[in-house]
């Protein structure tokens, strides 16, 4: 089945700190990869949308100057967190949908949980 | 996308089938019914997804009603470790591929 693998899963750095967050997709291609953000006992909510080759799409509220994200190639998006703060903390998780077919469903990485100090 | 709602939880008794309701009243014709679940500190998990008949895969079995109002996902013989959030969105093939989460079931199977 399709795999969705998320690098690394779990990152603990001083506040300042820049984070680079990998998400790949292992077995098939992805032209569209999607980032989401889950705090503690709440929903997953969806930060933005990573496009193969072009600028991502981010979600109201969501700052593309500190959510920076990349995706040079079909099978790899980073999300960099720039300057990461205490109240960025949270549970990061990518996604990606194998093929063209419009119904195909997403699969997700298994998340990397950031701890700022 | 059209809004869901779920119990915010529910038990059921190890080896017994877990029947999980979903609302989704303002389904449109062109929204598929995804179930996904999270099990503690992973990522979502998918489970199964229809769009009129009902659907069954070694995971789960969707049921949607006639008039597509809503659905129940039913998981035969729970197991501890089916315990997790599971999640039930509606989704317009034609409005791209992202995904709306709600609140979801916390399911609970005991021993």
């Known amino acids: 089945g399709a795999v969705v693998s998320q690098h690394p899963s779990r990152v603990i750095c001083k506040s300042g700190t820049s984070v680079k967050i990998e998400c790949r997709s292992l077995?098939?291609?992805?032209?569209?990869m999607f980032w989401y953000r889950q705090f503690p006992k709440q929903s997953l909510m969806l930060m933005a949308t990573?496009?193969?080759?072009?600028?991502?799409?981010?979600e109201q509220g969501v700052e593309k100057d500190k959510f920076l994200i990349n995706h040079a190639s079909l099978t790899l998006s980073t999300l960099t967190v720039t300057s990461a703060h205490p109240e960025d903390s949270s549970f990061y998780i990518c996604s990606a949908t194998p093929g063209q077919l419009v119904n195909q469903p997403q699969h997700f990485g298994d998340g990397t949980r950031l701890s700022i100090l | 996308d059209a809004k869901t709602t779920q119990p915010p939880s529910m038990d059921c008794a190890e080896g017994r089938a877990a029947n999980l309701p979903c609302n989704h009243s303002?389904?449109?014709?062109?929204?598929?019914v995804y179930w996904y679940r999270q099990i503690h500190s992973q990522g979502p998990q998918y489970i199964i997804h229809?769009?009129?008949n009902n659907e069954t895969n070694e995971m789960a079995s969707l049921i949607i009603t006639e008039d597509r109002k809503s659905s129940t996902l039913i998981l035969p013989h729970a197991t501890l470790r089916d315990t997790a959030v599971y999640y039930c969105i509606v989704r317009d093939y034609n409005a791209g591929n992202m995904l709306t989460f709600g609140g979801g079931t916390r399911l609970m199977v005991k021993p």
């Open positions: 303002t389904i449109s014709g062109n929204e598929y």
């Open positions: 077995d098939f291609q992805a032209t569209t």
């Open positions: 229809g769009l009129k």
């Open positions: 990573s496009n193969e080759g072009s600028k991502a799409t981010y």
